[in-house]
C-alpha cells in the first residue's frame, strides 16, 4: 500500500515508487506540524535527512513558497498505523498550537524546550537587574547601622556622623550624567557590571579604612557612591531596550523593589553581624556578594536583545514591535533636552523626593534610637517594617499603573496621579509624627510615609522612558542628579538641623519640598515622548 495525503494543496502526478505526491505546506503549518513519516528537509539550497524506512518528505523553497515532497515506499498498514496517519488531526493540532503561541507571545510549537528555555528573557534581565538593587541598598544602608557602634568606638559628634554619611554622595553625584551617557553609548550591561564590582569593593574596604583615619573613610564612601551612580541610568537604559510599555511600570517597579527589599535585608542582618561578629563583618560579608552577582551577569545579560543569540525569535519580534530604537546614541542633544519643561518637571520633582527618601534611608534608625529608646538590635529590626511596605506597594503601584493603561487612561494622567500620591502621602504621615504619643504608632506613620512614597516607581521614574526613551540613561542619569544633590545636602543638614533643633524640624523641611514638588510635577509633566 502507499501512503499520500493532502495538507493544503494536492498535485497528483502517475503515482509510482519513485513519483511523490507534491504538498504545499506554509512555514507556520510547519513549525508546529508532526510528521510519522521520516523525512529530509531543503531549504535554500541546503538539506538535512531524517532518517527512516516509510517515507521521505522533502520540503522546497519555490517562488517564495514552501513546497514538501513525499516519497513514499510500499508497504503494509496496519489498522494502527492508519489512525497515526490521520493529517488533517495532525494539522488541525499544529493550528491551534501556532494560535496558542501567538496568542501568548511565545512559541509553543516544541514540545521538548524545558519550562526554563521558554521562561521570558525579558524577565531574566529584569530579575538580574533586581537582585543589582538588591546589593545595592544592602551596601548602602549597612552603614546607618555600624555608624552607631563606629560613632562610639571612635568618639564621632553628630556633625561628623552626618558627614559621613553624605560622603558617600559626593561620588554618586559624579557618575549620574556619565553613567547615562556611557549606558546609552556602550551598552548598560557593561556600565551596571563595572558598577556593581566597583562598590562591592569599596564596601569590602570600608573597615579599613575608617582605621586608618577619617579622611580615608570619607574617600573609600565616595568611591563607592562612583560604583552605584551608573547603576539607576545604566538600568534605565538596559530596560528600556528589554521590556515592552506595556510592561514597563511593572519591571521598574520590581526592580526598583529590590532596593527596598535590599534596605529590609540590610537593615535586618546588619544587627545580628554586628552583635555576634563587630561592626566590620557587615562590610566584609556583603560586600563579597557582589562577586557572585557579576559572575551570573557575564554569562546571562546583554544590552539590547539584538545582541542577545539566544533570545527566541518570537520574543524578540514581542519586544521590537513597540519598543525603543536599540541603535546606540551617537550624540546627546543637550540643549533639545535642556528646552524641555516636562525635562524639568523631573529634575524638580526628583529633588523634592528624594530629599525627604534619604532623609529617611539614611538617619531612621538614628531616630528609632534616639527619639523611641530603641536599643541598637530593635532599631535594625524596626526599620524594616517601612521598606517591606515599600517593597509591596511600589509593586502594587505598578500593577495599578499598567492595568490604567491597558483600559485606555492616558499615559500622562497615569504618572501624574500616581506620583501625587507619591507625594501627598509621605508629606500627610510625617506631619503625624510629631502628634503621636507611642513608638508603636510612630514605626506605623513611618511605613505608611514609605509605603505611599513608593508610588513614585509609576510616577516619575517610569517617566524618563515615556518622554526621551532612546535617552532615557542619559535622563535618568541628569534628573538623579538633582536626587543625589537632596542626598547630599539633606543628609548633611539633618546632622546639623539635630544639632541646633529637633526631628519636628527635619521633617517640616521634607513635607514643604513634597509639596513643592507635587505642584510642578502637575503643572509641567507628560507621559508623552517629546524626544525620539
Known amino acids: 500500500m502507499t501512503a499520500r495525503a493532502s495538507l493544503i494543496a494536492f498535485y497528483s502526478p502517475p503515482l509510482h515508487h519513485n513519483s511523490p505526491p507534491d504538498i504545499l505546506l506554509p512555514r507556520r503549518i510547519l513549525a508546529g506540524t508532526r510528521f510519522e513519516l521520516p523525512f529530509r528537509i531543503i531549504c535554500s539550497g541546503s538539506s538535512r535527512d531524517y532518517s527512516g524506512s516509510k517515507g521521505l518528505v ?23 498505523e492508519r489512525e497515526a496517519l490521520k493529517f488533517e488531526d495532525t494539522l488541525d493540532g499544529a493550528r491551534r498550537r501556532n494560535a496558542a503561541g501567538v496568542r501568548g507571545g511565545e512559541s509553543s510549537s516544541n514540545d521538548e524546550v524545558s519550562w526554563l528555555e521558554q521562561f521570558p528573557k525579558r524577565w531574566i534581565i529584569v530579575l538580574l537587574c533586581f537582585s543589582a538593587f538588591l546589593l ?36 554618586y553625584l559624579l557618575t549620574q550624567i556619565a553613567g547615562g551617557m556611557w549606558a546609552d553609548t556602550v551598552g548598560g550591561k557593561r556600565v551596571l557590571g563595572f558598577g556593581v564590582i566597583w562598590w562591592s569593593l569599596a564596601t569590602a574596604f570600608t573597615p579599613v579604612a575608617a582605621k586608618l583615619g577619617l579622611p580615608f573613610l570619607l574617600v573609600t564612601r565616595a568611591v563607592m557612591g562612583i560604583g552605584e551612580g551608573v ?76 545582541e542577545d543569540p539566544e533570545l527566541r525569535p518570537e ?18 542633544p543637550w540643549r533639545l533636552i535642556l528646552s524641555k519643561s516636562p525635562v524639568w518637571a523631573l529634575i524638580v520633582s526628583h529633588f523634592c523626593h528624594n530629599w525627604g527618601t534619604f532623609i529617611l534611608l539614611t538617619w531612621m534608625p538614628t531616630y528609632y534610637h534616639q527619639v ?8 535594625g529590626m524596626l526599620s524594616v517594617l517601612p521598606w517591606l511596605t515599600m517593597a509591596f506597594s511600589a509593586n502594587f503601584g505598578g500593577w495599578i499603573a499598567d492595568s490604567l493603561v491597558s483600559k485606555g487612561m492616558s499615559v500622562t494622567m497615569v504618572r501624574k496621579i500616581m506620583q501625587t500620591i507619591g507625594f501627598l502621602g509621605p508629606a500627610f504621615f510625617l506631619t503625624q509624627l510629631s502628634h503621636v504619643d507611642s513608638p508603636a504608632m510612630a514605626v506605623l506613620c513611618m511605613a505608611c510615609s514609605q509605603g505611599t512614597d513608593a508610588f513614585s516607581q509609576s510616577g516619575l521614574y517610569s517617566n524618563h522612558q515615556d518622554i526621551a526613551p532612546r535617552y532615557s540613561g542619559v535622563l535618568l542619569g541628569l534628573s538623579n542628579t538633582a536626587g543625589v544633590l537632596a542626598g547630599v545636602f539633606g543628609t548633611a543638614a539633618t546632622g546639623y538641623i539635630l544639632q541646633h533643633g529637633s526631628w519636628d524640624n527635619v521633617f517640616e523641611v521634607s513635607v514643604g519640598l513634597y509639596l513643592v514638588g507635587t505642584v510642578v510635577w502637575n503643572l509641567f509633566s507628560t507621559g508623552e515622548k517629546i524626544l525620539d
Open 58 to 80: 522533502r520540503l522546497k523553497i519555490r517562488n517564495g513558497r514552501l513546497r514538501a515532497d513525499v516519497k513514499s515506499k510500499p508497504y503494509d498498514l496496519s489498522d494502527s
Open 136 to 171: 545595592c541598598n544592602m551596601d548602602r544602608v549597612n552603614m546607618s547601622i555600624a555608624i552607631l557602634p563606629m560613632a562610639s568606638e571612635f568618639h564621632w559628634s553628630p556633625t561628623t556622623v552626618g558627614l559621613i554619611q553624605s560622603s558617600f554622595f559626593w561620588g
Open 231 to 306: 547603576a539607576m541610568p545604566a538600568m534605565n537604559n538596559i530596560l528600556s531596550r528589554w521590556v515592552p510599555v506595556s510592561e514597563r511600570s511593572r519591571s521598574l517597579a520590581f526592580v526598583y523593589s529590590g532596593m527596598y527589599l535590599g534596605s529590609v535585608t540590610g537593615l535586618a542582618f546588619s544587627p545580628v553581624l554586628i552583635h555576634n561578629f563587630g561592626w566590620s563583618s557587615v562590610f566584609y560579608s556583603f560586600g563579597s556578594l557582589g562577586t557572585v552577582w557579576f559572575t551570573l551577569w557575564l554569562n546571562k545579560a546583554q544590552s539590547s536583545p539584538l
Open 315 to 332: 520574543e524578540k519580534a514581542l519586544i521590537l514591535r513597540d519598543n525603543v530604537s536599540n541603535e546606540p546614541v551617537k550624540s546627546i
Open 372 to 379: 523611641l529608646k530603641f536599643n541598637l538590635m530593635e532599631s
